[in-house]
């Protein structure tokens, strides 16, 4: 468990001295997690406790959540002039992004489907 | 004895402890209802304790900041938790290499829908500039939604109050909208999931199924590096 935390803190941290160094606009967090799954594939396995921790970490994401969403509360005068606006946006984007990506999977795995049964 | 307990109050309320503490009991209590409620959409957890937060907070007149103090601990675990993604990704190595092309046609066709949708909806409904470079990154998981409104001059903490309400309402209408479309196949409907309500979606998508909730996490880790890519030329392109 330690082990396993100092890991994603240390891959956290060099990632966000990365993005420092090159000035790239990528948040250090991704950098670290695309640097993580490098090493695993060169490593060839995840080991155990990092499972372990990853699993544990992961199931209470959404509790993670919480503190920034109280944030809620800075910006009660925005979200009162701009919500019709703001609600729109939320609802019918995510409504969007949900069936465009899922229908765009759908499309592309039923034409690589037929593909890999041809060859 | 009242004094005794308002010194008793001034500390705490000083303290990180109690900002802290009271995170994981609201969470907890909300977590409780969720579950009393069969684990139903529409009961969010995540909803349900920032609405018991920001109803404690307002009642005892507690600022934000203070009340972040403590928060920030819980907070702060967004960072690692992202690095953790590489995990499951790893894990689904093979599911990645078979279907690489439709999840990744998925992944930009989701990231760049969320990201131009957001934008045009909010601009044309008439939401002033800031808003609508807050909205941009509303998909993605906080701390890369919030370190992309920074780097594109949106307000990161507003960001962030966009990128929460994005997983609830994904959270809570992902199965009416992909029933609709008789998207049926748990992996096409996780990989939806992720991509347009991030970990909140996939939280609520592991709920679901095993399947449904690798795709997802799978999902919600590729897509944050999809939108970090490519938002910053939709947003140099759009010029809100």
Redesign the interface.
């Known amino acids: 468990m330690l082990g396993s935390i100092t890991v994603l803190l240390l891959y956290q941290t060099i990632g966000e001295i990365l993005v420092l160094v090159l000035g790239v606009p990528i948040p250090g967090p991704v950098v670290g997690m695309a640097l993580l799954f490098v090493t695993l594939l060169v490593r060839g396995e995840a080991p155990a406790p990092l499972r372990e921790t990853a699993e544990r970490l992961l199931s209470h994401l959404s509790l993670l959540f919480v503190p920034a969403g109280v944030g809620v509360m800075l910006h009660f005068e925005r979200l009162g002039a701009e919500w019709p606006a703001i609600v729109l946006a939320l609802v019918a984007s995510t409504v969007l992004t949900l069936g465009v990506s899922a229908l765009v999977m759908q499309a592309l795995r039923r034409r690589s489907g037929s593909g890999a049964r041809d060859g | 004895m009242g004094d005794r307990l308002s010194d008793i109050w001034v500390y705490l309320a000083a303290s990180p402890l109690l900002g802290l503490t009271v ?2 009991l ?2 907890q209590a909300a977590h409780w209802v969720y579950l009393r409620a069969n684990m139903s959409p529409f009961a969010n ?2 909803a349900l ?2 609405a018991l ?2 109803a404690i ?2 009642f005892t007149d507690t600022p ?1 900041a203070t ?2 103090d403590g ?2 601990f ?2 702060f ?15 689904n ?1 093979a599911r990645l290499k078979r ?1 690489l ?3 990744i ?3 930009v ?2 990231a760049l ?2 990201a131009v ?3 045009a ?2 601009w044309l ?4 500039r800031a ?1 609508v470079i807050s ?1 941009a990154p ?2 993605v998981t ?3 939604a ?3 409104a920074e ?1 594109l001059g949106g307000l990161p ?2 960001t ?8 609830i ?2 959270a809570v ?2 199965r009416s ?2 029933d609709v ?1 008789r ?1 049926d ?1 748990d992996a ?2 996780g ?3 992720g ?3 991030h ?2 979606g ?3 998508a ?1 709920q679901v199924s095993a399947t449904m909730g690798a795709f997802a ?1 799978l ?1 919600m ?1 590729l897509s ?2 999809v939108t ?2 490519l938002l ?1 030329l939709v947003v140099r392109v759009a010029q809100p």
């Open positions: 995170t994981l609201a969470y957890p995540v304790s920032i937060l920001v907070l307002w934000y009340y972040f928060a920030q819980v907070h675990l967004l960072g690692p938790a992202t690095v953790a993604l590489a995990v499951p990704l790893y894990a190595l279907e092309l439709p999840i046609g998925a992944l066709a989701g829908t969320a949708s957001a934008m909806i909010g409904a008439g939401a002033s808003t909205l509303k998909s906080t701390p890369i919030m370190g992309l780097k903490s507003l962030a109050v966009f990128v929460v309400l994005t997983g309402i994904g209408l992902a909208v992909l479309l998207v196949d096409v409907r990989i939806a999931i991509v347009a309500a970990g909140i996939t939280a609520r592991f996490g999902a880790g944050g590096v970090t890519l910053p």
